[in-house]
């Protein structure tokens, strides 16, 4: 799955991690190793040198406090305590060494964000709409028997296949252990890393894949849905009934696998996602905040409609809704449901969740939108996203760490600068915006 890294982190001492940062949306608490921990294999002890040679990755500085070898051999303990057997664990980390290029991706801080109507555009193309439809009536046996035990509509099922993978074509080409062995080293995040990577050994010891097939992401997420390791453990199953979890080469055990985790994640089926709406002239637009929700026909009452005169899904007047404006006011608007909602725990991005339900209701002809994106004003680079949130802090709007992420403390502080300028306090960052405060 996508994994959104926005923060400009730096680089913490490798023996002190005090907490668990998440990557990825999918990601859940690690689980205990269900095995008794085996008797540990002594090892030769390592001389430690007077100084360690940096990673060198152009021009990034990382100095580790530690050799990889060293890591290892801690690790090494840490495995075999939570129940890695020995033998495996020296064959699976036999010439393991780290991965300068997922430190890079690990470390790297894209200037620029796609706009939303971009990405749809790339995520709803023809040809994979056509090919969703396909693989829909190809594998209605198997996804009828998906939904009858965990309910959790085909089409979506079929979408997220499409978006994290293509449909199985794309899931990565690298080893799972070398990229977060690298990860848990390099030490970011070395409590998350970690996790995973047990994680990733308990899989090898249960047999479901062997060590050199199990590839996946720079990160560690893997197979046709790419969950990573511990959502693995938690929610991957055997729907083919071949004895083993392969969400690598078995489309029936990747989509159960995906339903099993949305199904968990609340989806409801048979229930719309949500569905398009236009405001009625002057709407509260800080009314658009996804803590906000209403029962469907409160939003109706404060104006809105469906395009075209379409009417509310039945059965939705009293389903708990947000409202979401992806594009800020001048863009389309959307009331979002619990189904949406799941599958932003499978991915913590709007954009992706838009992206899998329009998807989902394309494969059955709909899914358009008929509002206009707002494709003059463009989405702010990371350094302007930053230097709006130092603005608004200057002016006494409290954007929280200036870190270019539009979080909850930033759209609030944007609010307040767009109240007081007048504007709809939609909470979107825009140039006008940016402008408005340098002038001051």
Same mark, same amino acid.
């Given at each position: 799955?996508?994994?959104?890294?926005?923060?400009?982190?730096?680089?913490?001492?490798?023996?002190?991690?005090?907490?668990?940062?998440?990557?990825?949306?999918?990601?859940?608490?690690?689980?205990?190793?269900?095995?008794?921990?085996?008797?540990?294999?002594?090892?030769?002890?390592?001389?430690?040198?007077?100084?360690?040679?940096?990673?060198?990755?152009?021009?990034?500085?990382?100095?580790?406090?530690?050799?990889?070898?060293?890591?290892?051999?801690?690790?090494?303990?840490?495995?075999?305590?939570?129940?890695?057997?020995?033998?495996?664990?020296?064959?699976?980390?036999?010439?393991?060494?780290?991965?300068?290029?997922?430190?890079?991706?690990?470390?790297?801080?894209?200037?620029?964000?796609?706009?939303?109507?971009?990405?749809?555009?790339?995520?709803?193309?023809?040809?994979?709409?056509?090919?969703?439809?396909?693989?829909?009536?190809?594998?209605?046996?198997?996804?009828?028997?998906?939904?009858?035990?965990?309910?959790?509509?085909?089409?979506?099922?079929?979408?997220?296949? %499409? &978006?994290?993978?293509?449909? =199985?074509?794309?899931?990565?080409?690298? #080893?799972?252990?070398? /990229?977060? *062995?690298? !990860?848990?080293?390099?030490?970011?995040?070395?409590?998350?890393?970690?996790?995973?990577?047990?994680?990733?050994?308990?899989?090898?010891?249960?047999?479901?894949?062997?060590?050199?097939?199990?590839?996946?992401?720079?990160?560690?997420?893997?197979?046709?849905?790419?969950?990573?390791?511990?959502?693995?453990?938690?929610?991957?199953?055997?729907?083919?009934?071949?004895?083993?979890?392969?969400?690598?080469?078995?489309?029936?055990?990747?989509?159960?696998?995906?339903?099993?985790?949305?199904?968990?994640?609340?989806?409801?089926?048979?229930?719309?996602?949500?569905?398009?709406?236009?405001?009625?002239?002057?709407?509260?637009?800080?009314?658009?905040?996804?803590?906000?929700?209403?029962?469907?026909?409160?939003?109706?009452?404060? %104006? &809105?409609?469906?395009?075209? =005169?379409?009417?509310?899904?039945?059965? #939705?007047?009293?389903? /708990?809704? *947000?409202? !979401?404006?992806?594009?800020?006011?001048?863009?389309?608007?959307?009331?979002?449901?619990?189904?949406?909602?799941?599958?932003?725990?499978?991915?913590?991005?709007?954009?992706?969740?838009?992206?899998?339900?329009?998807?989902?209701?394309?494969?059955?002809?709909?899914?358009?939108?008929?509002?206009?994106?707002?494709?003059?004003?463009?989405?702010?680079?990371?350094?302007?996203?930053?230097?709006?949130?130092?603005?608004?802090?200057?002016?006494?709007?409290?954007?929280?760490?200036?870190?270019?992420?539009?979080?909850?403390?930033?759209?609030?502080?944007?609010?307040?600068?767009?109240?007081?300028?007048?504007?709809?306090?939609?909470?979107?960052?825009?140039?006008?915006?940016?402008?408005?405060?340098?002038?001051?």
């Amino acid at each position: 799955m996508p994994f959104c890294i926005s923060r400009r982190w730096h680089l913490r001492q490798l023996i002190a991690a005090s907490s668990l940062a998440l990557l990825v949306a999918c990601a859940e608490k690690p689980t205990a190793a269900d095995a008794q921990p085996l008797q540990s294999i002594p090892t030769a002890p390592l001389a430690a040198p007077a100084t360690v040679a940096p990673l060198a990755v152009d021009n990034l500085d990382i100095q580790p406090t530690q050799t990889f070898a060293q890591w290892q051999a801690g690790f090494r303990v840490e495995a075999l305590n939570a129940g890695i057997r020995a033998d495996l664990f020296d064959r699976v980390f036999a010439g393991i060494t780290p991965d300068m290029g997922v430190i890079k991706a690990d470390r790297s801080q894209p200037e620029f964000t796609r706009p939303v109507w971009e990405y749809l555009d790339g995520a709803l193309s023809p040809l994979r709409v056509r090919k969703g439809q396909a693989l829909v009536n190809q594998y209605a046996d198997i996804l009828q028997q998906i939904e009858q035990r965990y309910g959790v509509d085909r089409q979506a099922l079929v979408a997220v296949w %499409g &978006m994290e993978s293509n449909f =199985g074509e794309f899931q990565g080409n690298k #080893s799972v252990i070398r /990229s977060l *062995a690298t !990860l848990a080293y390099e030490g970011r995040r070395p409590a998350f890393a970690n996790s995973q990577l047990l994680a990733a050994l308990q899989i090898l010891q249960h047999g479901d894949i062997q060590p050199e097939k199990m590839l996946g992401s720079w990160a560690g997420a893997m197979g046709q849905t790419q969950f990573i390791p511990t959502t693995y453990n938690t929610h991957a199953v055997d729907f083919d009934g071949d004895g083993r979890r392969d969400i690598w080469n078995s489309p029936a055990d990747a989509l159960a696998s995906t339903a099993h985790y949305l199904q968990s994640s609340g989806w409801q089926k048979g229930q719309p996602w949500g569905f398009e709406v236009q405001l009625a002239n002057g709407f509260d637009y800080a009314l658009a905040d996804g803590a906000i929700r209403k029962p469907v026909a409160e939003w109706m009452r404060l %104006g &809105m409609k469906l395009p075209n =005169g379409a009417a509310v899904p039945a059965g #939705s007047e009293q389903l /708990s809704a *947000a409202l !979401l404006l992806p594009a800020g006011y001048r863009g389309p608007a959307f009331l979002i449901l619990d189904n949406f909602r799941a599958v932003l725990k499978y991915n913590n991005s709007s954009s992706y969740a838009l992206a899998v339900n329009l998807l989902s209701q394309r494969f059955n002809g709909s899914g358009l939108i008929n509002g206009v994106w707002p494709k003059d004003d463009m989405p702010l680079s990371r350094s302007e996203r930053i230097e709006l949130q130092n603005l608004l802090s200057a002016n006494n709007y409290d954007a929280g760490n200036p870190d270019g992420i539009i979080g909850a403390n930033t759209r609030k502080a944007i609010r307040s600068a767009q109240q007081s300028l007048g504007w709809p306090a939609d909470g979107y960052p825009t140039h006008k915006l940016l402008e408005s405060l340098r002038s001051r």
